[in-house]
C-alpha cells in the first residue's frame, strides 16, 4: 500500500505472515484456520466501526473502509477476510445500532473481541437473493417467538457461536421482518456441515435448520416488523466493506502482475514489454482505479447519510466485475505459473467469483437499478 493511505491500511500488516501461511494447503482442505482467527483478533479489525462505549475503536464509515483494504491487501486468505467482514456487519453491526442495552451489554464484548463468531441468516434456497419473501416463520408465544424454516449459504454458519436470524412474523413484504438473536447451542438450532465451494474455501459456509426454536422475545433486535430497516441498513454496509477488502486485493493482484511482467522474460526481453502485456495490464490499473473511485465516492455519501440506493448497486457492480476481469487477466499474464495451484494466481480467480453473487448477484443489482430509474 501507499503512504497516501497512511496507518489505516497498515492496521494487519504486522500479522501477514500468519494470516498467509499454508495457504495451498488451507484452501484444498476448506479449513478455517483458529490461528488465523486469533490474529484477526488480535489486530483489532473487528473492533474499528463501533463506539469506543462499545469497546470499539470509533472510526468513520470511511476509515472503516480504508482498514478493510488493508486487510485483502496484506491477506492472501480472503476466506478469512471475508469471514472477518461477514463478523463487523452480521451482528454486532444492527445490534449497536438497534439492540437494547441489554443485549448490547451481554454480547458486544464477546463479539467486537472476536471471542465469539458471528454469522447473520437472511438466506434460504428457495429464495436466494429474494430477502422480503422470506418464508422462515416466528410465532409469537407469550415471551418467545417460536422459529421453523431454514437458511442456506450462511457464511461462517458452521463455526458461529452467535447468529442473527431474519424471519417473518408478519404479512409478505418489507415490513412482516424480524430479527432474532440466536445462540448456538438452543434447542431447535441445527447446524448443517460446512458445504463445498469454488472460492473462499477458508471462509465456511453452511446450512440452518429450525425445529420449533424459541427465542426469548428479549433477544429482538430492533422492532417486531423492523427487520427491513434492519437489513437495509446492514447491506449497505456489508457491501461497502467486503468489497473494500476486495479493492485492496486487486492492488495487491495489480503489483504482482507489474512485477511479474518486468522480471520475466521471453524471446530475449520482459514481456511487459509487449504491448499485447502492457495494455492488459494498463487496463487492470483502470479497473482497479474506477473500482476505487466507485467505493470512496459511495462510502463518502453514506456518511453524510445521503441516499445511495443507486450508487451501492452500481458499486457492487463495478467492483465485483472488475475483480473477475483483473483475476483472468493475472492467470492470462502469468500463462502456466497463472494455473498453478501452488502460485496461487487461480486462488484469486476462484474466489473472485462469488463476488458477483453474494449480497445480492449482478444481474439482482441491474434490476434494482432499473426499478429505481422508473423503468
Known sequence: MTDRDGPLTELVAPYADVLNADLAELDAGSVFSRAKWQAIKDSGILRTPFKEEHGGSGRSFTETMKVLEGLGYHSRDAGVSF??????????TP?????????????????????????????????????????TVAVREDDH?????????????????????????????????????????????????PLDKLGLRTSPLGRLTFDRLRVPVTNRVGAEGGG?????????????????????????????????ATERTQFGQPIASYQAVSHKIVEMRIAVETAAKWLADTGAKAERGEDISLDLASTKIVVSEA???????????HGGRGVLTSHGIERDLRNSVAGTIYSGSSEIQRNRMAALLGL
Request: charge should be negative.
Open 83 to 92: 469471514s472477518t467482514s461477514t463478523q463487523i456487519v452480521s451482528l454486532a
Open 95 to 135: 445490534l449497536e445500532k438497534f439492540g437494547s442495552a441489554g443485549l448490547k451489554a451481554r454480547y458486544l464484548p464477546r463479539i467486537l473481541s472476536g471471542e465469539a463468531i458471528t454469522a447473520h441468516a437472511i438466506t434460504e434456497e428457495s429464495g436466494g437473493s429474494d430477502a422480503m419473501n422470506i418464508t
Open 145 to 193: 417467538y417460536v422459529v421453523d424454516g431454514g437458511k442456506m449459504f450462511i457464511t461462517n454458519a458452521p463455526v458461529a457461536d452467535l447468529f442473527l436470524l431474519y424471519v417473518r412474523t408478519g404479512k409478505p413484504g418489507p415490513f412482516g421482518l424480524t430479527c432474532l438473536l440466536v445462540e448456538r447451542d438452543t434447542p431447535g438450532l441445527e447446524i448443517g456441515e
Open 228 to 260: 427491513f430497516l434492519v437489513l437495509d441498513y446492514v447491506m449497505k454496509r456489508e457491501i461497502l466493506y467486503a468489497f473494500s477488502i476486495t479493492l485492496g486485493e486487486m492492488r495487491h493482484r495489480l503489483d504482482t502482475v507489474i512485477r511479474f
Open 323 to 333: 475483480n473477475v476481469k483483473t483475476a483472468l487477466d493475472a492467470v492470462q499474464i
